[in-house]
Structure formats: C-alpha cells, structure tokens
C-alpha cells in the first residue's frame, strides 16, 4: 500500500516559495497498475521522487508498507530505495562505461550481494526481457528501446514490490514506447508488481487500470476502468 496524506512540497525560486504538491491525498493499493498524468509542472515528477525516496515532503506524510518515509534518514531512504523500489527513468540513466550487464548488476552490489550471484542474477533478467544477445554492449552501442529495457533490468533485478516509471517512453519512438508499456503491463500482472507510470500521452495512460489527473499540484481526476486492452479486470 502506498498512501500520500495532504502532501505538500514547496521550493524557493529566489525568496518566492513554488508549490509543486498541495495537498496531494491518495492512496495505491498493493498491485495496482496507475498512470499519473498532467502537464509539464503540474507536479507528478515530484510525486513520483517523494514516494520513491528521492526528495522529501515539505508537510504531510507518506507511508509505504508501513514506512513512514518522511522520518527516515538519509541511510534507511537509501536502502528503501534498493530494496523496495525499482525506478526507470525517461534518460534511461546508465551509466555509460559499463556494459549492459554491469548496469544491472549495479543494485546488487550496493546490496552487498556477491559477485557470482549478482552476475548471474542480472544476466537472467536481461534475458527475461529479451537481452540475452546485449549482455557486454555499452549503453551507447543500444537502440532507444534496448537501453530503455537495460534500465526495466535494472529497476527489477532486486525485484522490487514497487515499479516507478518517469515518462519511460519520452525518448522513445511510438512503436518502440509501446513495446515498453506491453513489458510494463506484462510484468504488473505476471509478477504483480504495483506500477505507477507518469506520463503525458494519453496513449500510454489509456494502458492503466487507474488515471490519476494532477494540476497545479493538485489531484484533479481519479479514473479507475473496468478492463484494459479487453483483459478482465483482477
């Protein structure tokens, strides 16, 4: 369960305080697969960093499975965010002198999990996603597509109850973005990950089983659907 209680975040701009949140209440059951959408500045980036530990509230709290994030500290934020949390990003976030596999395996070492077991894990999840044949490329020897699957390894190689996605298919040509958001519903009902994707295409949030509209740092529509792509609901 991931529940947001009247957050709020604010930042300075000069002397001048920005609300990015205000207010936001809601809650995300165990499983579920949301997009959150709005336009640029509307405050689902800043959303989706609060829950996945990144930043922090202003005032209000969000709890995660019990966690009260906003009264942990730096280390326990840290191993939240390796442990519970897989986060992809729009840029993909490689780091550009290791390999494919390497990548991967990256979150599993600041696990301290060993070198054997962690190598083994990371090439089993790029194969789960289709690149067994990528393992020792460089992210600049990758398609858009291929890179974005190395960061969906990443994200799940600890294989993380939560999935948070920042604009996944940004960068993406149409066909390519929908493959990703095939392997991000595949995986939400395969493995019952709960998934929350922002997004601003309405192609992507079509996907969902939940819209969650956000304006002015504001929860402005919640649309739950009866089924996606003729799949009954669970």
């Known amino acids: 369960m991931i529940e947001l209680m009247d957050v709020r975040r604010e930042y300075r701009i000069g002397e001048e305080p920005v609300g990015a949140l205000n207010g936001v209440s809601l809650r995300i059951a165990d499983g579920e697969y949301v997009a ?6 509307s405050g689902k980036s800043t959303l989706l960093h609060l829950v996945g530990g990144l930043d922090r509230p202003t005032s ?3 709890v995660v499975d019990g966690l009260r994030l906003g009264r942990m ?3 326990e934020l840290a191993r939240y965010r390796n442990r519970k949390v897989g986060l992809v990003f729009q840029s ?3 780091q550009a002198t290791m390999s494919a596999l390497e990548n991967v395996a990256l979150p599993l070492l600041l696990a301290g ?4 077991e962690r190598l083994e894990r990371a090439r089993a999840t790029l194969e789960t996603l289709g690149l ?3 393992l020792r490329h460089r992210p600049n020897q990758l398609s858009g597509g291929q890179a974005q699957r190395v960061a969906l390894a990443r994200a799940l190689v600890n294989e ?5 996605c920042d604009e996944p298919t940004g960068n993406l040509d149409s066909r390519t973005g929908q493959a990703i958001v095939g ?8 493995r019952r990950v709960t998934t929350v994707v922002v997004t601003h295409d309405p192609h992507v949030a079509e996907q969902a089983e939940r819209v969650i509209s956000i304006l002015d740092g504001q929860v402005v529509g919640d649309l739950r659907r009866v089924a996606v792509q003729g799949l009954a609901p669970r």
């Open 36 to 41: 959150i959408t709005g336009p640029s500045g």
């Open 60 to 62: 209000g709290e969000i």
């Open 73 to 75: 500290g730096d280390v």
């Open 92 to 94: 993909f976030n490689l």
């Open 113 to 116: 999990v060993p070198r054997r």
């Open 132 to 134: 067994g044949d990528r």
């Open 160 to 164: 993380p109850g939560i999935l948070l």
């Open 183 to 190: 392997l991000l519903l595949g995986l939400n009902r395969s």
